[in-house]
């Protein structure tokens, strides 16, 4: 399957459609609207379901093939927002304070283009390991805490002017509420084992990509609400939200494969490498670097790189994992 | 009935100052407040009801007129500069005015 | 089966006795409520999933089979309010602008109505065109069109002092949005075709019915809450409100047939023209007839059309189908 | 800390009025809203909030006391007859006014 | 634009005391009102909107001074000392005074 | 298997291990907050679920094997608030309308335990009177009207005093909502049968262990939200709340024996004696018995009993009917 036939897989698949037609819905000011418990009750739903398969996966392969991976993805997640930061500085030319907001979210993740990804493999039966959503976990606070930390040094009064202590700062990026849920999810997998798993799966399993379905429809109307703010944050960080996910795609597919996965594995390092946060990362650098504009982050990644990456970058990053790494479909 | 006159403070915020902002009350001997889930449109853009997080709250505490100056003060000096929000005071009255 | 044991076979149904429930947990004041947000997740899966699957048949019989019946459906839904009108001008003795209301429900559908009713061919095991919601999608706006038409010509300072120009009218009838979700589902349908539904069967096939149950309950509640109204309305009108739907489900039937469709498919016909809108057009008439009593049509459509057609309508309707066109168990 | 006076303007109506009021809202130049679902009873019978489109929405803006004259001039010309609604002014006093 | 004075009388409470109280305001010839589900804390603990029987609800009414003082008077009396509840009057000015 | 190897199953059941993962979410303060109407749908989804089921054994099994536990059931409700209320005024202390209150708690029972406990024996693989949940649905009023009555006897001005005339009572204790809707969703299964248990199994039954797992997960933090309250309450009522389901649970399990019911039935109205209400009894004392405090009733039944029973409770009572009815695994 070359690059072009995997994008119109992925276009073709009901989860995608349906996101557009939300974007369109939208567009056409239709007047449909999923009220918000709607959204947290399948959010909720989508991450206790990953995490709970990623659990069951986890007791069962152990801990010894999972800390190099795990260790990739934290580092990964450290490293991101260090060269983010100067391109935002200089080429999209943020200040110091957006720049640090800005790379705290292209270096976090996006559970559900996570998501999105691993159905994509089902889709096309490439295996990949199955307890990768534990570095869908671990690869979600690093990020934000070296955010703050690059917000905070080069603009040091910004601490002090307001902004929470980094007591709180850390609470705030390690049991953030799809932290807490995906790490306690996977906990309860690892404790509740395969009888859990067989015991559920008529829950977490069997409407799992219909509900994932329904999820990405409310989601294409959240990120079209927010197209009309992109004339607000210029044609710079507009590329920055087109480009930086296909680099970090890249190094993430290579930095997977390094640290022992599979090439499905790989290529799923790869998805989490080049989505960026649109919950975790903005409620923590809306509490934590006040200063920072939030129109330009959150249009950034979910009027720009969420849809990018669901739609055209899923594909992409599957492509280079199978030229680089070949063994796939 | 005799009814006593207290100010009653209201704060539209968006939904994560919600923490901030408890704890700030709370410093400041409030007693009680009510708190509503809202939508919004002001300086800083749309706030649609659609994820929690970026949606609105409206919080109303009734006080004393002496403390709804000093909670303004504070609002107006700690708060308003971080957050996307609005304050305004309005006059009411009350039964029971041991309890605000 | 005779209509007798079609009637019991119905009201014997999950959807159907819970509907009995939820109209009496509101005649029994027992306070039990089903949140809004409820109410909208479970109408959006209904449409989506009927959408759905309506559209994957569709990509499959091609249009040469679906113009005919589409066109007859159209043709119902102009017609209907065409002749509503005189009868509620003269016979219920509504106003001009309360008349072309009223029958601008009756023209266009209601899609559970549609939904029980194709639970009921699935019951009695009844074959029909897989593709017949598409016929429910098209049904829906025309009706309306003709209504506001109706509405303004008969009373022309109407259009001048209040209402919506034109063009918003045409919005809110085309683009409603049960009409863009049904649309809208039925094209990502025929874009996913049968592999788009063979994953996302756990969510939109196994768990249908019980889903439609559910609703029914809120439903009957939703009914039962307007019952009070009832006297406010008039006999005339809940004589209309049953007499029409009957009328309509037989010219349905027939229309169906001489369509081309199967006898299954002309009693779904039959049924689109005997149910009467309830969401897309009070939603339009309220701001394209604000003239119009909102009290008369919703009461009329509420609580006794949509009552009537899913407990006694179904049944009849079918024993019509089955006496004329025979080919029916 | 000072306040400025001005005026809160009140309108609860069906929530299918939605769109039009925002409309007229921003017509006539209002800087911001905050919208509430609510659930209300009046002349026009129960609005209970089970289905959306019949439930009620409450919808406040703050301005200054001449552009809540012109807009309640409007709401009572174009808005009221055509919409089950109410409409109140109320005194606040707000921070910051150059906001609204 | 002419408006005429009202009272606003807003009783938050308890979401139990929703069918007690909405039948005391219709006793005493409320002509409609407006409910908002919220969430509150006060003295008698905090009352988080997870389950609907323990939340809070806000009613809002709006009636002629005179029936303000009659309804306050009667809430007093019958209603504060059953239900965790506060009641307070706001001064408003309606359209259209003879609907209240 | 013995109790310790049961606590160790129970604990590590996927419902349970959510529900310590909801308590976990509040003490750590996550933000996590599932909105009240996802609250509303699981619950009412459950109480549909399990009744209907019954509904349709109970039409299966004909009244004549149900009449005795029923019966035993309703005199079960009636009696343990006659014992609870000495207990808790001379023992825990309390004035006399707050003991009543919260014998009435006692005396009715709570629906998610009789949920978890269902699941529990299907999880072992225990047979059990597939129509129990009627047991369930006539436990519900009973004590709230003992508990009623002994409030308005013992303070005779109470009654004057405001708090609803007893017309209202029983309608509150008999059409509460889940009183109503258990119920009715019996009634709905015996008159459905087989046939519409068959057609709405995809929702009803594939998905329920897991919609409970979710609800559960809500339960957790509802219930730790009360924990604050704990020291309000005083150590006597906590032990109140851990010891007097013990006693019931045994006295429960030999009631279910001398009905005639199985072991496994047994175990269940054992669980049914244990268990406290903590939505109807709530909602009708609040209104019958206003001058009771909220806070002693609501935090002993959902901080102290609740969590007791679902993770201690349940193996412990299983392990009485194994010890003293036999035929266990
Ligand atoms: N003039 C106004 N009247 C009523 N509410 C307002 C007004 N301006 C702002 N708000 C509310 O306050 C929130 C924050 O305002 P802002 O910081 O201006 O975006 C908005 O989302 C609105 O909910
Ligand atoms: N007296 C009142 N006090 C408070 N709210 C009211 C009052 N009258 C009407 N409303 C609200 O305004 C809406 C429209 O009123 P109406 O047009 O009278 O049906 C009602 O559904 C209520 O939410
Ligand atoms: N000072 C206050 N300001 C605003 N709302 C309050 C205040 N005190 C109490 N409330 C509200 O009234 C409800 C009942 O109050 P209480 O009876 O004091 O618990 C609380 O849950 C709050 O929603
Ligand atoms: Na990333
Ligand atoms: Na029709
Ligand atoms: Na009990």
């Keep these: ?329 | 009935m005799k009814t006593h006159p207290m100010k009653l403070v209201t704060v539209v915020c968006e939904a994560l100052a919600r923490v901030p902002l408890l704890q700030l009350l709370k410093s400041h001997g409030v007693h009680g407040y009510t708190l509503f889930p809202v939508e919004g449109t002001g300086a800083r853009g749309e706030r649609p009801a659609d994820i929690e997080e970026f949606a609105n709250i409206q919080v109303e505490v009734i006080v004393p007129a002496a403390v709804a100056d000093a909670l303004v003060e504070k609002l107006h000096r700690d708060f308003l500069p971080q957050f996307a929000a609005i304050v305004y005071v309005t006059a009411v009255e009350v039964l029971r005015p041991e309890k605000f």
């Excluded at chain 1, 000011?29 to 989508?46: G, I, K, N, S």
């Excluded at chain 1, 997640?77 to 391109?87: E, S």
């Design chain 1, 1 to 329: 399957m070359d690059w072009w036939e995997g994008v119109l897989a992925n276009l073709a698949s009901p989860p995608i459609v349906f996101f557009a037609l939300g974007v369109l819905s939208v567009l056409l000011r239709t007047d449909l609207r999923l009220p918000e418990p709607v959204y947290t009750a399948l959010a909720t739903y989508l991450l206790m379901a990953i995490g709970f398969k990623g659990g069951v996966a986890l007791a069962e392969s152990g801990w010894s093939q999972v800390w190099r991976p795990g260790l990739a993805a934290v580092l990964l997640g450290c490293c991101i927002p260090l060269w983010c930061y100067p391109v935002l500085r200089r080429l999209v030319r943020l200040s110091p304070v957006d720049a640090a907001a800005v790379a705290a979210h292209y270096g976090s993740v996006s559970a559900v283009t996570f998501v999105a990804a691993v159905n994509y493999l089902n889709e096309l039966r490439v295996p990949y390991e199955p307890h990768a959503s534990a570095f869908l976990a671990v690869m979600e606070s690093p990020a934000i805490v070296v955010g703050v930390l690059l917000g905070r040094l080069t603009q040091p009064q910004a601490a002090a002017e307001g902004g929470l202590p980094w007591r709180q700062v850390l609470h705030e990026a390690l049991l953030g509420r799809s932290v807490f849920l995906l790490l306690g999810a996977l906990a309860a997998g690892a404790i509740c084992g395969a009888r859990g798993e067989e015991a559920t799966r008529g829950f977490f399993v069997a409407p799992f990509q219909g509900v994932l379905t329904l999820f990405l429809f409310e989601m294409g109307m959240v990120a079209a609400r927010r197209l009309g703010e992109l004339r607000r944050v210029g044609l710079r960080l507009i590329a920055f939200g087109l480009v930086m996910p296909m680099v970090h795609g890249a190094v993430g597919v290579v930095a997977g494969h390094f640290a022992g996965l599979s090439p499905g594995g790989a290529f799923l390092m790869g998805v989490l490498a080049a989505s960026a946060s649109y919950i975790a990362a903005p409620a923590a650098m809306r509490l934590s670097l006040p200063q920072a504009n939030p129109t330009l982050y959150l249009t950034a990644v979910l009027a720009v790189t969420f849809p990018f990456n669901v739609t055209l970058g899923l594909p992409l990053y599957y492509q280079l994992a199978r030229w680089w790494l070949g063994g796939l479909p």
